[in-house]
């Protein structure tokens, strides 16, 4: 676990050093930003909110992958793999914008939390965990990550942070398209989401897989 805290804060350094975050919007108490990566279209992107929300209704509702598509931006399908190890892997369906494909991921999922109490929850690609699907063009490398802080008792401070390849060829407009509309729009669907009684009130109307995975951590 000490060994996989430190590749977490090792990659946290690598999406950091991307380039230069630039803002590109800051509307509706949501800021998102972009950094170039070298060799590709497709930019780093950051999206960073408050929400009006406990840390733990946040932390139950980001670790329910099969709800993911319920709020992730152009997310289609999210499953966790069986592959016969105590780590973590998710399986994921992006809704390609035409004309381009659809994109799937296979990616190890961790979360650590910080001596201030915030909590880093990662999603490393690991493209060759799992066979290629005839639907989607496999994304070939992906660093994602979820930092949560609690502001006060009802208010948590969210921060998405992605760097990845797309895999395939990708118009110029739909990469950026992606790293604006992607962190917003799935902010936006999280506040809402992140009401509903199965995770506002978690520990009473949470699934008994939400209450084991946030009694993990202090709150």
């Given at each position: 676990?000490?060994?996989?805290?430190?590749?977490?804060?090792?990659?946290?350094?690598?999406?950091?050093?991307?380039?230069?975050?630039?803002?590109?919007?800051s509307?509706?108490?949501?800021?998102?930003?972009?950094?170039?990566?070298p060799?590709?279209?497709?930019?780093?992107?950051r999206?960073?909110?408050t929400?009006?929300?406990?840390?733990?209704?946040?932390?139950?509702?980001?670790?329910?992958?099969?709800?993911?598509?319920?709020?992730?931006?152009?997310?289609?399908?999210?499953?966790?793999?069986?592959?016969?190890?105590?780590?973590?892997?998710?399986?994921?369906?992006?809704?390609?914008?035409?004309?381009?494909?659809?994109r799937?991921?296979?990616v190890?999922?961790?979360?650590?939390?910080?001596?201030?109490?915030?909590?880093?929850?990662?999603?490393?690609?690991?493209?060759?965990?799992?066979?290629?699907?005839?639907?989607?063009?496999?994304?070939p490398?992906?660093?994602?990550?979820?930092?949560?802080?609690?502001?006060?008792?009802?208010?948590?401070?969210?921060?998405?942070?992605?760097?990845?390849?797309?895999?395939?060829?990708?118009?110029?407009?739909?990469?950026?398209?992606?790293?604006?509309?992607?962190?917003?729009?799935?902010?936006?669907?999280?506040?809402?989401?992140?009401r509903?009684?199965?995770?506002?009130?978690?520990?009473?109307?949470?699934?008994?897989?939400?209450?084991?995975?946030?009694?993990?951590?202090?709150?």
């Open positions: 676990m000490k060994i996989w805290a430190a590749l977490c804060l090792l990659l946290l350094g690598g999406l950091a050093q991307a380039g230069e975050w630039e803002l590109q919007s509307r509706d108490g949501i800021s998102v930003y972009t950094a170039d990566i060799g590709q279209d497709l930019r780093a992107f999206g960073v909110t929400l009006a929300a406990p840390m733990k209704s946040v932390v139950a509702l980001l670790a329910d992958t099969s709800n993911m598509p319920n709020w992730f931006y152009h997310m289609k399908a999210a499953r966790e793999l069986d592959l016969g190890s105590q780590e973590t892997y998710r399986y994921l369906v992006i809704a390609g914008i035409w004309p381009v494909s659809d799937d991921a296979v190890r999922v961790s979360s650590v939390q910080q001596a201030d109490g915030s909590i880093v929850m990662t999603a490393i690609g690991q493209p060759d965990k799992y066979p290629r699907q005839s639907c989607c063009v496999r994304i490398r992906m660093e994602s990550s979820w930092t949560v802080k609690a502001v006060d008792a009802g208010h948590t401070e969210v921060m998405l942070t992605t760097k990845s390849h797309p895999g395939g060829a990708l118009p110029l407009w739909i990469a950026n398209l992606v790293a604006t509309d992607m962190p917003r729009k799935t902010l936006v669907a999280l506040r809402g989401e992140v509903k009684p199965a995770y506002a009130n978690v520990d009473v109307q949470g699934s008994a897989s939400s209450r084991e995975f946030i009694a993990r951590f202090r709150f």
